[in-house]
């Protein structure tokens, strides 16, 4: 584990948090990241700074997902950056963007608030992937960014936890599809942790509270316990797994 070089990556919604985290982490073993954002530009560019910073490479791709023409603008604004660096094909994809609209239980969820979680959720992983296929080079990686949400019942969002339900599946549908090429397609399934988007809730005592009490480990999980995880389905030596999830939680609601 550790040795990207050579390896070129694209990680969605990386302008920060645990995507942020990601992209540090596989430019830190070398590989070439597209950094992408779907509008926070000054975001993304902090993060390529930070990475150039620490003697890696990487590049900023913006395109918002879940509208009309989302894949065709990621993928042309992604070639563009490839070839500035040489590059034509990509060997990491990691599925990390995703749109959670939390305290919508189906009492109140509108369908305009369900499609637009699958837009960005799902149909943006799909057809970006079906589009990057043809550059992604066999023995490459597939990485998605799933939640524990789907094996925890909550009744303060449904939709989200059907998205990630069906990220999954697309995860191992995927690997079977291309299994004969060497491309694993695999999903990390985070629990409780600490990014800016979480900072308001944990920053209650109660939910902290509660949120650590339901953690087999008995914390807030870190952006590098997630990251950490990336890199090493990423890496060779989880060349032999494929199809399957993985629970970065800490042991939630074990």
């Known amino acids: 584990m550790g040795n990207l070089h050579g390896k070129v990556a694209l990680v969605t919604g990386s302008s920060r948090g645990i ?33 150039a910073a620490s003697g890696g490479r990487a590049f900023v791709v913006s395109a918002e997902l879940g509208v009309p023409d989302d894949v065709d603008t990621l993928v042309g604004r992604l070639e563009t950056g490839l070839g500035a660096h040489g590059e034509s094909m990509v060997d990491i994809l990691v599925h990390n963007a995703g749109l959670n609209l939390m305290g919508r239980p189906i009492e109140v969820l509108t369908p305009d608030e369900f499609d637009r979680m699958v837009a960005v959720n799902v149909k943006a992983p799909l057809f970006l992937t079906q589009r990057l296929l043809p550059r992604l080079r066999d023995g490459g990686r597939i990485i998605n ?22 990220l999954d599946v697309f995860s191992h549908t995927l690997a079977k599809h291309l299994g004969p090429c060497g491309i694993t397609v695999n999903s990390v399934s985070v629990g409780y942790t600490h990014t800016d988007m979480t900072a308001g ?13 339901l953690t087999a480990l008995g914390r807030i999980g870190r952006i590098a316990d997630i990251a950490d995880a990336v890199a090493f389905l990423a890496s060779d030596d989880a060349r032999w797994i494929t199809g399957t999830k993985v629970d970065v939680s800490g042991g939630v609601n074990l």
């Open 201 to 213: 809730v944990l920053a209650d005592p109660e939910n902290l509270k509660r949120n650590i009490g």
């Open 19 to 51: 995507g942020r985290g990601i992209a540090e982490r596989l430019a830190g073993d070398g590989a070439l990241v597209a950094v992408h954002c779907g509008s926070n530009e000054a975001a993304a560019e902090e993060t390529v700074a930070a990475i």
């Open 145 to 166: 960014i799933s939640s524990v949400s789907t094996r925890v019942a909550s009744a303060h969002g449904i939709a989200y936890p059907l998205t990630k339900g069906a």
